[in-house]
């Protein structure tokens, strides 16, 4: 199975501020999607963005977008102007169509936003 | 159902005991997966149905564990004989069809093996 790999355990970021975090992945296919999820305190899992590997164009959404590098196998996340509500666990995820739709997950970033 | 239901949301057993978690997807997803969180950690995937079959079932931890999905739509979770290092959230998610459909996810069963 594809394993994904997000090597920041935890990162800190100053309110108002970007911060960048990783996620490399692996995989011999060429269609396939990622996504990054939002776990904050709560517990309850929220999509923050998507990405179809046969799309070159990286995906926006408001604050979030990503750096998508299909050769490399990097799907990182960027988020702009950090609110203290950002603060949560980030996991990045792997979709394979081919390999029966199954979706795995990263060891999860923990991201912490300083007032 | 608005959401994906999971009950019970905390279950507390004896070690060696039986325990069954259920999942109620929204209705008309097709897809329905099982996650395991231990305490802080990222989500190990245990098992995923299409419909009412389980193409991958490479994630179940031992034989001890075992599901099952009927009718395509609610999948319940058993650990038999349960240990100490059951204790976990456990999470289920669905989506319409995988590929670049959204999954959502319940608010996960928290298991505690004493």
């Known amino acids: 199975a594809q394993t994904v790999t997000q090597s920041q355990p935890e990162m800190s970021v100053q309110e108002a501020e970007t911060v960048t975090l990783s996620c490399t992945y692996d995989?011999?296919?060429?269609?396939?999607?990622l996504f990054w999820y939002k776990q904050p305190p709560s517990r309850q899992m929220i999509l923050v963005i998507r990405?179809?590997?046969?799309?070159?164009q990286n995906a926006t959404e408001n604050r979030f977008s990503v750096n998508f590098q299909k050769a490399a196998k990097s799907f990182s996340l960027k988020i702009s102007d950090s609110q203290l509500g950002d603060a949560a666990m980030y996991f990045c995820a792997y979709l394979s169509p081919s390999f029966n739709n199954d979706m795995r997950f990263g060891a999860g970033t923990r991201l912490t936003v300083k007032p | 159902g608005a959401g994906v239901s999971q009950s019970p949301s905390n279950k507390v057993t004896e070690k060696g005991k039986d325990v069954e978690l259920r999942c109620d997807p929204i209705s008309g997803h097709t897809a329905l997966y099982w996650y395991r969180q231990s305490l802080g950690q990222g989500l190990e995937f245990l098992i995923y149905f299409q419909g009412n079959s389980a193409p991958d079932k490479s994630g179940l931890p031992s034989d001890r564990f075992s599901a099952e999905r009927t009718g395509g739509s609610v999948s319940t979770l058993t650990i038999q004989r349960t240990q100490q290092e059951d204790s976990a959230v456990y999470l289920c998610?669905?989506?319409?069809?995988?590929?670049?459909?959204?999954?959502?996810f319940g608010q996960g069963t928290r298991l505690t093996v004493v």
């Open positions: 995989t011999s296919e060429s269609d396939y999607y």
């Open positions: 998610a669905s989506s319409l069809a995988g590929g670049l459909f959204e999954a959502f």
């Open positions: 990405q179809e590997a046969y799309k070159q």
